[in-house]
DNA sequence: ATTCTACTTGCAAATGATTTGCAATTGTGT
DNA sequence: ACACAATTGCAAATCATTTGCAAGTAGAAT
């Protein structure tokens, strides 16, 4: 299902905002930060209002998100990938298990974070 | 080489804020956000402090930081071992390699995040 | 043990990311 | 085109983190 009809499904409206992350987001090949999308979309759009996009992309699962040195990037899609970041300058790449071992070689001094997240038993509970 | 040996080694003062940090942390089983720090350490130490500290900590590798959902978590040591979150509530669980099937039974709804960092060709180069 | 000095701390204020309240605006069904 | 609720834009609040600076302290020298 397109991702627009995703939101239509589920009652949200439409709006050019909305269009405008989604449009952004479908190009690029790499996680955006939200200064980042507020930028490239010339600052036409409140970034609250970007805030508050990407949280509705994220919570019907449109994007989703990761936290990079006290920042969130945002991505489309569900697809599993990881990404490679430069210690000094911030710089991220794309990571798709393929790739890996490539990417790999562009880069020194490497370490690595997985975090896995879900909801714990407590929180079934209740 | 013990953990305040190092510090010292690198021409850094014993100070009492750092030892604290440092023996809260020794008897942690689980990385610590700052706050929780801070907290845990009775706020007898100024939070800015704690934050020098452990950036201090990091460089010198006696800890490493991890950003889970906008905030830094810290750690001793250098062992690699991951981390699994709650969605809902934050709680973080510890994921020894050898322990990960076992803690994931405790947790629905799992998705993971790989992230690489290292130093990118363009900053090896300056 | 006392003094000296550079390194550290504590406090307060700045900064950067993100969230929230609210009035004005705009999709969407009728 | 109308009406209403959802959404946006703006401003102000909040949260994590950083920074400037004066006062305090560890550790070397005396």
Do not use: W
């Not at 996680?31 to 979309?41: C, D, G, H, Q, T």
């Not at 990037?73 to 798709?96: M, S």
């Amino acid at each position: 299902m397109k991702n627009e009809n995703i939101l239509k499904a589920k009652g949200y409206k439409i709006t050019r905002p909305r269009v405008a992350v989604l449009d952004l987001l479908t190009k690029q090949t790499k996680p955006l930060s939200v200064k980042e999308i507020f930028v490239k979309l010339k600052r036409e759009h409140d970034l609250a209002s970007i805030y508050r996009i990407l949280k509705l992309l994220e919570e019907v699962e449109i994007t989703f998100a990761e936290a990079i040195g006290g920042e969130k990037y945002y991505h489309l899609g569900k697809d599993q990938h990881h990404h490679i970041v430069c210690q000094k300058c911030g710089h991220v790449e794309c990571l798709p298990c393929n790739h890996l071992f490539n990417k790999i070689k562009n880069f020194t001094n490497i370490k690595h974070q997985l975090t896995l997240t879900g909801v714990c038993n407590k929180c079934n509970n209740n």
